[in-house]
Structure formats: C-alpha cells, structure tokens
C-alpha cells in the first residue's frame, strides 16, 4: 500500500472517529431531552387532569341523597360527577393534541377500571389488563436503554399520576406516552447529522490526497533517484545547489556521492564476477565454498572428480552430505570442521593412488567466521588455485568497501533524524497538519534508510529472529501483498495450501521477503498476464512452496548466473532480489532452485525445515531429487 494511500485512510479513519464520537454525544443528549421533554410534557397534563377531577371531586354530596357513610354510595356519585363534568371531559379530549407525544389519557379507580378516558370505548374498561410499564424507567434508564425503547417496537409507556379524597386514595391518572411519536420527534434531526458526518468523510478524504501530494512530492523524486541509481540508469537529474542546505538537499547531495560509489563498486564486482565465472568454468581443480553453517554454495565443475558426486547433489547440503569418513579425504575434512581447524596446504594421497593437494581456510571477518573455502588441486594447478585465492581476497575487499559506502551515507541521515527531533521539540505548538508533514519526512528518511542498508545486507551477518509460525499463513500474506502489481500485469494469483500446519521455525519478515522476491519475479516474467500459482506441501520432514508461472522461461546461458547478485535480465531490475532470497533460505538451512523450460514458464522451489525436524534431514533429500 501507497504511503499516499496510508495517509488518506489514516486521517479520513480519524475524522470518521471523531464524527462518530460526537455524532454519540449529539444522539444521546438529543434523545435523552426529547424523553425529558415528553415525560415533562405528560407530567404536566397529569397534573392538569388532577386539579380538574379535584374540582369536580368536591361535590355536595347532600344534594345528590347518597349517605356519606357509604364508601360505595359515595364513589358512585364521584365516578358520575368527573363523566359529567365538562371541563375535565374538555380538557381529556384535547390532551392528545397539546402534547405531540401523548396517545391517551385516563383516570382510573383504586381497582384499575377507566371511569373516563380520552377513547369513549374505554371507559369501564380494566387499564391493568396488558399492564403498561412506567415511563419513569425509561427517563432514569441508560442511553442505550432510551435508543431501544425509541427506535425498538411501538409501545405505549403510562405517566402515573394518584388520586385522592379527604386522605383515601380515590384512583390514579394515567397519560400515555407512545414511542412512535417519540422517534417522529427524533428522526429529523438524526438525518440531519448522518448528512453531516457523510460531508465530513468526504472533506476529510479529499483533504488528505492534497496533502499527501503536497508532502510526498519531495520525498517520491528521492524515491526515484535511488531507484535509478539502484538500477543502474542514468540519473539525468540536475545537479542540486550546494547552497541549498534544508535537508532535501543535504540528501540529494550524499545520493549523488552514493550513486558515484556504487557504481564505481558494481562496475568492479561485475569484472570480478566475469573473472570469476570464466575460471570456475575453466578451472581444473575443484572448489568448494561453504557459509557459516557449513552449507555448500559454490562448486567449480572439476569439484565432481575429486568428490565423487554431481554438483545438484553438492550444492546446498551441509559438509556431512558431502563428505563421508569412509574415505580419507572425507575423514579429514570431517574433522578439520569438527574441530574447526584450517588445513594448510598439503598433499594427500587417495585410495586408488592418485595424489591431490588440498587446503581448507576458514574465511572471517572482524573475527567472526562467516564461511569456508576448501580447495582440491591437481600438483600441477597450484599456480591457478592462487589466482582463486586471490580473487576470494578481493571479493572481500569488495564487501567491506560496500560496508564503507553504507557507512558514508547513514551518518548524515542519523544526523536528519535527530535533527528533525530537535525541531519537533522545539515546535510542541505547531498546528496537526504541519506535524504531520514532519512525521511523513521522518518515516521517509528512515525508509532511505533501510535502502542502504540492503545493499550491505549481503556481506554483514544477519541476526536472525525465530519464531514458530505456520508457513501457509506467510503465503497467503505475500499474495495479498503481490496482488496489486500482479493486477497491474494482468496476472492473477492462485494459491493451493497444504491441509495440514506448516509449523516452520524462522525469521517471519525474511521468509516473507524471500518468498514475495521470488513472486514478483515470477509476475513480472509475465508481461502478457496468466495465471502464477503457489501451492505449498511438506515432504518428508520439509516444507516445500512452489511458485510457477507462465512466462517465457529462463535462457540456458543465464541459469547459472540467476542467483548471482546484480545479475538481471530486466531494464528496470536491480539483481537483488533473488539473490537475497537464496541467501535467506541458507540462513535457514532451507534451499532455493528451479525448474525452466523455454516458452513453457519456470517454476521456483523453496525448501525449508519444519519445526521440530533435525537439522538436516529433509532437506538433503529433497534437494538430491
């Protein structure tokens, strides 16, 4: 994903955030008074009602000839008085259009009968028959409570208001409150902030395109001159003022002093790779260059006469699956790495009597071992195995000289950064869109940053971060993350899982990259577009992904020289990526190889142990098939 992109979805997830936000303290005060109001409202018609029925309560019972010791003789009277009296029958009908949430009101005996109520149908009727619950509850209730009770099912809540005659309680008023007049009520203004917030999200995410294009303008030219440089093309770029000294043009001036360095090395690893290649080509003695954990990388061809075995069954295995103590040079070399001894040169003689020299040196750098060189020579190619000797001494040189120009550079950068910090602090006042232009310079510089590091990557150890994960779940990651270049190429991503676990234990983010190398490898093989399918499967006690896809197929003068760093046959490639991603399967005492033919694609596999396995087993096996 874009960083333009991030930031869109960033500020416009804020703004929606904080619309939600007030959008719920606006609906909640906003119901909350509304339920207020109508309880108030319906109060006050109660009390209304009460003064009214008073009134009409207070009869002269003596003119009507009921005794006043006769509670029944007495209530008779009062029921027929308050049906009779106009104003409090007035004042019933008209309830329901003063108040725009009341539905009804009533005045009950003690028992619960209506003796007068706004609906004529009503009176006699039994009010506690369907009991209706009091409004009281949903006033003092919570506001999701008053939400469900407003936009849940129509019901009609009571507002109950006792009545009473000389201290006895005579009956009660009840004015009903109905929610389908409390959500009219509401409705409105709901609308009106749902319009709201949509406007809100909108003007947020248009205002967060213009200023990632305003911020980001500087920091994609960057981008593209490293990309150049990377690449190998010429940087037509005009020269930046060295007057200017903001830091955009502090970084302009070291990537052009990057630039001169590093093609100054590249054009002279590609001659030592030239030498190189022509010699393990035509070189009559063997060569056998191990990594650190005493995997086998590089074998000349003449290798195969003094071990006895092909290349595809040396390459990739430890020093155990290739030498054997049933033989004399196995036996020592077996031990010269057991008790991590270098072999000086000296001469041996074999079990059918020829006689070899062989010399085994352990190659280190600022005291930590980082690989092996053994040599076996005919007595008559001393002269060229020097030559060899002294070639690996240059691709030395070559890797601390890469290290050195890495070094050049990331000074100034840490000086950016802190620079930069310094300046945030000492503008704590700064407006939010001002300090997120300086958050996007910072996370941009520390992005230029791992650039350089790659570069280095190659001759510097690498601390490993294991963990156990499944395998599948790295897949599916790296689909998702390869989907929209694969779009752009017209290529559709298919994956076919194993049904069981892969539990591997390894660096998470280096399988990942290793893997996402080798698939935008395979997309952009595909000019035409396809299918490129990933399947994963376990065999024996490894784990195995299979990346195919449905290209043109690798030439057979360039197979050897694939995994080859700086080697590429792309306009725009950098000859990085699979040859990190080889290097990453080493670490992991995994495997990397491939299977092309012409016009009918290529497919990549990557090896790599299970958790649990030993340390070698599984993939010796697959690798030798």
């Not at 080509?281 to 590089?298: A, E, I, W």
């Not at 092909?310 to 057991?338: Q, Y």
Request: charged share 25%; hydrophobic share 45%; net charge negative.
């Amino acid at each position: 994903m874009r960083l333009k992109t991030k930031l869109v979805l960033a500020i416009s997830g804020m703004v929606v955030a904080l619309v939600a936000i007030f959008s719920y303290f606006y609906v909640s005060r906003l119901v909350r008074q509304r339920i207020f109001e109508a309880y108030d409202s319906a109060d006050f018609v109660a009390k209304e009602i009460r003064e009214s029925a008073r009134a009409a309560s207070l009869a002269d019972l003596g003119s009507t000839f009921a005794e006043e010791n006769d509670p029944r003789q007495v209530d008779a009277v009062l029921e027929q008085e308050l049906k009779l009296n106009k104003g409090l029958n007035t004042l019933l009908q008209s309830v329901v259009g003063y108040s725009p949430t009341v539905s009804d009101a009533a005045i009950a005996d003690v028992s619960g009968r209506a003796i007068v109520h706004t609906d004529p149908n009503a009176i006699g009727t039994n009010l506690n028959l369907g009991e209706r619950r009091d409004f009281l509850e949903v006033r003092n209730g919570s506001f999701l409570q008053q939400m469900k009770v407003v936009f849940g099912a129509p019901r009609v809540y009571n507002v109950h208001l006792p009545i009473q005659r000389e201290g006895q309680p005579f009956g009660d008023i009840r004015v009903g409150i109905s929610t389908v007049f409390l959500e009219s009520e509401v409705q409105p203004e709901l609308s009106r902030a749902l319009i709201f917030s949509i406007i809100a999200i909108l003007l947020s995410m248009a205002l967060a395109a213009s200023l990632s294009n305003i911020a980001l303008h500087p920091l994609e030219a960057i981008g593209r001159r490293l990309d150049q440089m990377t690449a190998g093309v010429p940087d037509n770029t005009p020269d930046p003022d060295p007057r200017k000294t903001d830091e955009y043009g502090l970084v302009n001036t070291k990537i052009d002093r990057l630039g001169r360095q590093i093609r100054d090395v590249k054009e002279v690893f590609s001659a030592l790779k030239e030498n190189l290649d022509q010699i393990m080509g035509t070189l009559q003695d063997g060569l056998v260059l191990f990594t650190r954990d005493t995997r086998v990388v590089l074998v000349s061809a003449s290798a195969e006469r003094f071990i006895g075995r092909p290349r595809a069954e040396i390459l990739g295995n430890a020093v155990e699956g290739v030498f054997s103590d049933a033989n004399k040079l196995g036996r020592i070399v077996l031990d010269a790495f057991a008790l991590h001894q270098p072999i000086p040169q000296r001469e041996i003689e074999l079990e059918n009597g020829r006689r070899i020299q062989i010399a085994l040196d352990f190659i280190a750098e600022r005291g930590e071992r980082i690989g092996a060189l053994l040599t076996m020579r005919d007595t008559e190619s001393v002269h060229r195995i020097e030559n060899e000797i002294e070639l690996s001494r240059r691709l030395a040189a070559i890797g601390r000289l890469t290290s050195g120009v890495a070094h050049e550079v990331k000074n100034p950068i840490n000086a950016i950064v802190v620079h930069l910090e310094l300046l945030r602090e000492k503008m704590r006042e700064i407006d939010p869109d001002t300090k997120r232009h300086m958050d996007i310079i910072g996370s941009e510089i520390h992005r230029l940053d791992r650039v350089v590091q790659m570069l280095v990557d190659f001759n510097r150890p690498v601390e490993l971060r294991l963990v156990d994960f499944d395998l599948r779940r790295a897949i599916e990651d790296v689909a998702l993350l390869a989907s929209p270049e694969a779009a752009q190429q017209g290529v559709r991503i298919e994956t076919q899982q194993s049904r069981e676990p892969l539990a591997v234990r390894a660096d998470a983010d280096l399988i990942k990259q290793a893997l996402l190398n080798v698939v935008l490898n395979g997309v952009q093989a595909m000019s035409g577009g396809g299918v490129l399918s990933i399947t994963s499967g376990q065999l024996d006690s490894a784990a195995t992904v299979e990346v195919r896809d449905q290209g043109g197929g690798i030439a057979p003068e360039v197979r050897d020289k694939v995994f080859n760093l700086y080697f590429t046959t792309k306009k725009a490639g950098s000859g990085i990526g699979l040859a990190m991603s080889y290097r990453v399967m080493q670490l992991h005492n995994g495997a990397l190889d491939f299977v092309t033919e012409m016009g009918s694609g290529t497919t990549f596999r990557l090896i790599l142990p299970l958790a649990g396995a030993q340390r070698h087993e599984g993939v010796e096996a697959i690798t030798r098939m």
